[in-house]
């Protein structure tokens, strides 16, 4: 790999690393599974066009972790101040 001679940062990764480094993302990702009315699928789909119009179904993923992650981290923010 190379390294910044300022910051001391990886600059530059080998393209013989890049399948280990895939691997080892991934190994700690768990898949979830779930079923989702159509009406659910036609919004997220709306959606994902409303972001990239060249998005593709497999950003549904994407975008729905996105919301399920903010919609978390609001409760966990609103815990906060009920607490206080």
Wanted: aromatic residues 8%; charged residues 25%; hydrophobic residues 40%.
């Amino acid at each position: 790999m190379g390294v910044c001679d300022q910051c001391d940062q990886v600059v530059v990764i080998p393209a013989q690393s890049t399948p280990a480094i895939r691997d080892a993302q991934y190994k700690g990702i768990k898949p979830i599974e779930a079923s989702l009315p159509a009406i659910y699928l036609d919004v997220l789909d709306w959606a994902a066009f409303t972001v990239d119009n060249r998005a593709s179904t497999d950003f549904r993923r994407y975008l729905l972790s996105y919301v399920v992650h903010k919609t978390a981290q609001q409760e966990e923010q609103l815990g906060r101040v009920v607490e206080r």
